[in-house]
Every structure is written in C-alpha cells, then in structure tokens.
C-alpha cells in the first residue's frame, strides 16, 4: 500500500520505546509511515515551557491551575501547530501513542482529504464522551454533513473531548495557535471552546480510534474534587465565566447553525 501523502505525527515520550514499536507496527499494518514526535516531559518543563502557561486564567475557566503533564500535553501539540503553519502544511494527522485503530481510517481521511473544499478545521477521531460516542438525542448525535464509505461525518455544537487522534488542516493549527498561545486548559477541552476560536467541532462516527485500554494515561490521576478545594473568590470567577460561556455557546449556534 502506498504512504499517504499528508503526514501522520505520533507524540510519543523519547522513554517510552515500547509505546514507539507498537505504534509502528500498528501503523504498518495499515501501510501508514508516521513520524514520531518527542513529547514534552511535564516533569521536565523548562522555565520558557512555564512561561506559556497562564494560571490566572486557568483558575477562571479550567476552575484551578493545570497539572505539569497536562501542560507538556498542550505543548507537544502546539509545537506540531507551530510546525504546520512555519512549513506551511495543508493537513496532518496527529495521534497520541495509547490508542486502537480501526482499519478503516485511512479510507476515512482519504476521503476527508478529497474534498476540494471542505468546511472543517479540524475532525475529531476519537471521543472520550459517552453521549457523543453513543447519541441518545439529536442534539448529540449532531448534524450529518457527508456519507463516508465507513462511517459518517458530522457536526456538533456540542463539547467532543479527547485527543487521541484527529485530522487538522493548516487553518486549524493557526486558529489553535491563535487562540491558545498562552496555555489555559487541556489541549482538547481548549479545542472545545468553539464558540471563541471558530473550531467547529466535526466527528467521524463510529470513532476509528480509540483509547487502548491496555495503557495507562501519561498525564495521571486528576485529584478528585479539586474544584471545591479552591477558594471562594476562584469557584465564582468559574461560575461566572461559565454562565458567560453558556451565553456565547449559544449566539455562536444561532448565528452559525
């Protein structure tokens, strides 16, 4: 099979070779050659690493301040961003190094990739959300754009959430930079926020990738609860803006349904 012609990037932590071979012999098997990236290592960011990163308004709309890991996250795919608009890449498919693929996917990004103009940034391969995995309403299972010849593409309002693997094309990768130089939230959560940085979520259903249940999660243990143990004055300021989200979701739906 030949190699695709957009490039596939798998972030992968330079330690971490077992992840690397299985991520090569996975991605073999479907005839795709991937270029691993260094992932940034949350316990070795470097003061300019922390310098991205903005506390103040991570208290105010994450509702407490970001783990290290989740801060190496963020950069491993922003520098990817960086990387996509300095050598001027039209699209690219990123995937972290813990997931399943279905054999599908590379007909399904083949045939993203040949429509001449599509009105996606970015599609999300994967969700971690159960009500966007298996819709109930039509509220969640979004509006259908286009027939694939596995699956369905779709547009939701509504949050995806997970980054295990995504297509994004170059406008994509700017809005992200754009909106997300100064590191707020999780990758996919700040993704999420389309009613800011115009990334209207699309879908892929039935999802080609997925977390493997086998691996563990590089970013750790979220302590419980840890939005109750910030102070009186945080839990409001996240109130607040999240009662201001609520109302720029819903402008954004009306005025672009």
């Not at 190094?97 to 599908?104: A, G, N, R, T």
């Not at 939230?185 to 209207?200: C, H, K, L, S, Y």
Request: charged share 30%; hydrophobic share 40%; glycine share 8%.
């Amino acid at each position: 099979m030949a190699s695709p012609s957009y490039p596939v990037f798998v972030i992968n932590m330079e330690r971490d070779a077992a992840r690397r071979d299985y991520m090569k012999q996975l991605l073999g098997g479907l005839g795709m050659a991937a270029e691993f990236i260094p992932a940034t290592d949350g316990s070795k960011l470097t003061p300019a690493d922390r310098a991205a990163y903005d506390n103040d308004k991570a208290l105010r709309i994450y509702g407490h301040p970001m783990l290290d890991n989740e801060i190496g996250c963020c950069l491993s795919h922003y520098r990817l961003y960086e990387r996509m608009a300095r050598d001027n890449i039209p699209a690219a498919l990123i995937l972290e190094d813990d997931i399943e693929i279905d054999p599908s996917l590379p007909r399904i990004i083949g045939e993203l990739l040949a429509e001449p103009n599509p009105s996606w940034n970015v599609v999300r391969l994967s969700s971690t959300r159960g009500r966007v995995v298996n819709p109930k309403n039509e509220k969640d299972r979004g509006k259908l754009i286009a027939k694939l010849s596995e699956g369905e593409l779709y547009r939701l309002n509504i949050h995806v959430l997970g980054f295990c693997g995504y297509l994004i094309r170059l406008e994509g990768a700017r809005r992200m930079l754009d909106y997300g130089r100064r590191i707020f939230m999780p990758a996919d959560q700040t993704m999420d926020r389309f009613w800011e940085n115009g990334i209207v979520p699309y879908i892929v259903r039935p999802f080609p990738v997925r977390a493997h249940e086998s691996f563990s999660s590089s970013i750790g243990d979220r302590p419980p609860g840890r939005h109750l143990e910030q102070p009186l004055r945080v839990r409001l300021w996240r109130r607040w803006q999240r009662i201001a989200d609520g109302i720029k979701k819903r402008l954004f739906v009306l005025l672009y349904p």
